[in-house]
């Protein structure tokens, strides 16, 4: 069974919410993620060959099934339209990016087949980026994927988003945590199970990954 962790190094910004509140949110969202597994949306839906056709090297389908979002407010003044609307938008990149991060991974055969994940860290900053490239393992299939499995299919996927607000009511952090678990097929059927989470600021006019711990916890499938 392998287990590994691997926090970001990213010198941007986090500690000017307070180490406090930025746990808050973190266990907000975790306790969410606690429970039972479920089947995540088109599971086993796969591109598979048919009378003597070779399959293309399409990801399967995958999305997060199960999904929680929150405001955290730090003033009691009530908020607008325009900032809920834009809060409601940001957790939605959010999720786009994270989406993106793990169907590039662990699904898409082009990537995992080669072990190279180029396309993986879009939606990160330039630190936290630097990061996640230099140590692809935590936030990957891994670069002998291709030596060892067949084929790689999503198994569970949520997803809990705290969205933290100014005083004016604007999103000026959120914080993604990820429960996402696939199964591996090769000579053994492994489990690849990571457990994630995200801090994104807006850079520019995008919402990108500043920092984030990801632990990792794969082992062998067990019979039902």
Not at 43 to 69: K, L, N
Not at 77 to 87: F, Q, V
């Amino acid at each position: 069974m392998a287990k590994e962790q691997t926090p970001s190094r990213s010198p941007r910004r986090i500690p000017l919410i307070g180490a406090g509140l930025a746990v808050l949110l973190v266990i907000g969202a975790v306790v969410f993620l606690t429970r039972d597994d479920a089947p995540t949306r088109g599971a086993g839906d796969g591109a598979t060959a048919s009378d003597g056709d070779v399959a293309s090297p399409t990801p399967p389908p995958f999305g997060f099934d199960d999904t929680s979002r929150k405001l955290v407010k730090t003033s009691p003044e009530p908020m607008g339209a325009r900032h809920r609307r834009a809060s409601v938008a940001a957790a939605t990149e959010a999720q786009e990016v994270l989406t993106d991060l793990y169907t590039e991974g662990f699904l898409d055969p082009a990537n995992w087949e080669q072990g190279s994940y180029v396309d993986a860290f879009g939606g990160f900053a330039r630190g936290a980026r630097d990061q996640a490239e230099s140590h692809p393992g935590p936030l990957t299939a891994g670069a002998g994927a291709g030596d060892r499995y067949e084929r790689i299919e999503p198994k569970t996927g949520r997803i809990a988003t705290r969205v933290l607000l100014d005083r004016q009511g604007a999103p000026v952090l959120l914080v993604s945590v990820v429960r996402f678990t696939a199964v591996a097929t090769g000579s053994d059927e492994v489990v690849l199970r990571s457990v994630g989470q995200y801090f994104f600021e807006r850079v520019g006019r995008a919402w990108k990954i500043v920092s984030f711990d990801v632990t990792r916890n794969d082992g062998p499938r067990r019979a039902a």
